[in-house]
């Protein structure tokens, strides 16, 4: 697979390649489990993106921290650190307890990044202009993924829309190195600047960024109905000879 589809061996054992269809059900898998887990904080604490499952009527998020397992008769939700039948949805209201004969069933609890959702945003970034997915995988293990694409808007902005590796190999220079095919790509088609979105609570994605020479924007979030609005930050890159003053404040309307 690897000898077919090879893009770059950036140390001994380290492999990026373009994504295709045969990797569906890996991406998946480890996109469900980078942005399901926790983050560390930069006043040192632990957070929970709280991205784990979701209310199917209004969709609000059930974190980690709030859901137990599934079973018979189904999810349990911590109160005060005891665990009980989640028989309601916290913000809805909808009964989540199974259909009886008496009565209908409402809402159901499903996964915040269900297999439909990620089958989306792979053919939603593949279909933008410059629509790229990048894999990273160790010994045929995938481990880490980039999605970026043109800003349709913009056509000389490119957005990197999603970044995520493996909780239990980071710090490796894993997300360093699919960030050096993002800055080729951009080369390639002479973009002036490279922008993104995050949290600025989110630590290592901060300091990856900044490293890799991303510096915030000063924008916010424009939407101040999402829940993590207080803490979304744009940073952008700017690249070198292809750019024109003042772009910053242009291409957010990409979601
Ligand atoms: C952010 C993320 C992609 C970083 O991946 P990674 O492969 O561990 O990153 P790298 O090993 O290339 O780290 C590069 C630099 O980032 C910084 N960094 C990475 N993790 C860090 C952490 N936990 N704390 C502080 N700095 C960190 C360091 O400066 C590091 O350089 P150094 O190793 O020379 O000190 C990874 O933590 C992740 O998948 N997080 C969850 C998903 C996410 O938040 N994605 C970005 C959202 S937009
Ligand atoms: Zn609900």
Known sequence: MQETTLEGRLNDALWVRDFSEADLPQLTALYQEVFAGEVALSDGTVFSWGEYMKCSRCGVKYGRDEIGPGGEPGYQVAVDGKWFPLESCKRCGDDFRPATSSTQGGASL????????????????????????????????????????????????????????????????????????????AVQKRLSSVYLRTDQRNLAAVRLFEKNDYRSTGLREPDTAVEDFPWRIYMQKRLGPFGSPGDSDRGLEVD
Request: proline residues 7%; charged residues 20%.
């Open 110 to 185: 499903m996964p915040f990044w269900s297999d439909v959702s990620i089958r989306e945003i792979v053919a939603s970034t593949l279909g933008r202009p410059g629509g790229q997915i990048k894999l990273a995988f160790r010994e045929g293990e995938l481990l880490g993924f980039a999605m970026y694409f043109v800003n349709p808007y913009a056509p000389d902005v490119g957005y990197l829309a999603d970044i995520g590796v493996s909780p239990d190999r980071r710090g490796k220079g894993i997300a360093t190195a699919l960030l050096s095919f993002v800055d080729q790509w």
